[in-house]
Every structure is written in C-alpha cells, then in structure tokens.
C-alpha cells in the first residue's frame, strides 16, 4: 500500500486466470496456513527520500486446491495516518494448475512478470520454462519455494482519501523452509520494486476477522 502517486480510474480486473495442468500442487506447508502472522518491512523509499514502513501480515484463509488464500495486512507506521493501516487482500498461488506466472491483469504484462519475478533467486531454475508457457508445463509440488501474487482489495479501518493507494499487486515467494516471505510491489504510478520482508511469527495467532470488522 505505498503512496499514491498518480490516481488510475480503471479498475483493476479481478477474474482468475485458469491454466490447467496435469502436474500436482505446491506443497502444502505448515507455515502458510490460516492464522499464520509475519512481520517485516515493506521499503517505499522514493527518488526524494528513504523510507521504509513496519508491517504485520495475518493469513485468514488457505485453499490450496483452488490456488487461493486472503489476509490482513497492518502497516504501522504511515505518516501522516492516525491508526495503523489496515487492508484486506486476497491472494493467487502460483501452482500451474490455477495460476500461472503469467499474471494477465492489472496492468501486468509478461514481460513485467519476468522483470519482477527474477528478482527472487529461488525463480532462476524456472526461467527457462516461465519464458516458454508461463511455467504451465513445470511440477512445482516438490519445490521449496512458493510464489503468489496478493491483491489488496479494500481498506479496512481508513478511507480511500487516506493518501495512500491499493492500485497495485504484490509479487511474492514465500520459503517453505523458514516461512520468510520477500516480496515486490508493482503499479505503473509507483516507485518500482518497492520490497517487502517479512519473517513467520513462531505461533498462530487467533483470527482477527471480528475485530476489524471486515464485511
């Protein structure tokens, strides 16, 4: 949720992308599971200044058979914000059999695919194939890596006129090993490749749906 640079009155495509594969899931791992909490970084730093915001991610609901999860995602520290900032976001897994790494939508072509998912080194064993179908034909379910795209699709606690923009897409690999997540936000009204890190708390926590209110 970086700061909003330029206001973009088309909006953003929500429909899937369904690329069916004969090739199994991503494994299922118990680190990335409903009630999971990370927290990290997100750096939305600008040609003007350094900046980098603290960031609280809850994941609320897995589905790994539909390649889809949801969550919360609480930044702390925005200035010029009262409260902490929280948005709802839903999320693609990238399992050859639902998504692919092609994106499809929101201003994302294949060539911003490629740019933004290279940034992960644990994506150069899969370029090759990326390049060539969007990875449709790769077997991800015994890779330690998983690779998403979130979407923030609302504010929680704020308005729209709260300065800041959801426009954009996060491009993202989470660690099956450790449960680190790195990711990369994208909007063509942004500043690029502005990281986001974020580490897995050891416990579950309880949900949190209730006491945001989400509708």
């Not at 809850?58 to 929280?86: K, R, S, W």
């Not at 790195?182 to 949900?207: A, R, T, V």
Request: negative net charge; contains cysteine; aromatic residues 14%.
């Amino acid at each position: 949720m970086p700061v909003r640079v330029v206001e973009s009155s088309t909006p953003s495509q929500v429909s899937g992308q369904d690329a069916s594969s004969g090739h199994s899931l991503p494994p299922r791992c118990t680190l990335l599971n409903v009630g999971r909490a990370f927290a990290g970084t997100q750096n939305v730093s600008s040609l003007q200044k350094d900046e980098a915001w603290k960031v609280n991610v809850q994941i609320q609901g897995c589905d790994f058979d539909h390649g889809y999860l949801c969550g919360t995602m609480e930044a702390l520290n925005v200035p010029l914000a009262d409260t902490p900032v929280v948005t709802f976001w839903e999320g693609e897994i990238v399992d050859t059999k639902n998504y692919t790494f092609f994106t499809g939508k929101w201003e994302a072509t294949p060539e911003d695919d490629i740019r933004h998912w290279s940034k992960f080194p644990s994506f150069g064993p899969l370029l090759s194939q990326v390049e060539a179908d969007g990875g449709k034909s790769l077997d991800l379910s015994n890779y330690p890596y998983i690779f998403m795209r979130w979407k923030e699709q609302y504010f929680v606690n704020v308005g729209v006129d709260c300065g800041l923009t959801i426009a954009g897409f996060y491009y993202v690999c989470f660690s099956c090993s450790d449960g680190s997540i790195n990711g990369f936000y994208y909007d063509p009204n942004s500043s690029p490749f502005q990281k986001l890190e974020l580490k897995c708390s050891n416990e579950l926590m309880g949900f949190t749906f209730s006491s945001y209110q989400l509708q």
